[in-house]
């Protein structure tokens, strides 16, 4: 047709890669912080409150300042990435001290044994209690221990966040 385009229209056709990178990076970037925050455990979320934020102040300036002309979005994209990932690696030690510690020590302790009933033959009112005395004297022995490695497991994950523990051991 040998129209000829405006400069404004050649400038943006010769910029199209620039533009398509931009909009995958943008793309990239967004589907790694969705995918990092739904990997979260919802029970520690209120924990990664300080964390979210962060990344959230890390995502306002791509929402305030950074446009199709700006020459600077890939300090920002990369920026953005590496709190992603930091919050991430963080995310995915919390969780595994979550599943594997915090979830195996709870089902131990759901399964600690307070009382017994007899198998075959009854029994007398003083062997029942004093089997019920003895489980439960050992059953709170072995509670006080998880409870102590739960706070010790508290701990870790605070440590991790960035808390000080708001406790002690004794």
């Known amino acids: 047709l040998n129209l000829e ?3 404004v229209h050649q400038f943006i056709v010769t910029k199209k890669s620039w533009f398509f ?9 967004l589907q790694s912080y969705n995918k990092t925050m739904s990997s979260l455990v919802p029970d520690l979320r209120k924990l990664y409150a300080v964390h979210l934020n962060k990344i959230k102040d890390s995502l306002e300036p791509g929402f305030k300042k950074i446009n199709w002309t700006c020459q600077t979005w890939q300090g ?5 990435f590496k709190d992603i990932q930091i919050y991430n690696n963080l995310i995915q030690r919390s969780n595994d001290i979550f ?8 089902d131990q302790i759901l399964n600690i044994e307070l009382f017994a009933l007899p198998d075959k033959e009854p029994w007398t009112l003083e062997k029942f209690l ?9 059953g709170a022995q072995t509670l006080q221990m998880k409870n102590e490695m739960m706070r010790y497991i508290h701990s870790n994950v605070l440590q991790k966040i960035g808390y000080e523990p708001f406790f002690c051991f004794s």
């Open 76 to 80: 920002y994209v990369d920026k953005v």
């Open 99 to 106: 599943d594997s510690r915090v979830e195996k020590l709870l």
């Open 5 to 7: 385009l405006p400069s």
């Open 130 to 138: 004093e089997t019920v005395k003895t489980m439960c004297k050992d």
């Open 21 to 29: 990178e931009y909009r995958d990076m943008v793309a990239l970037m």
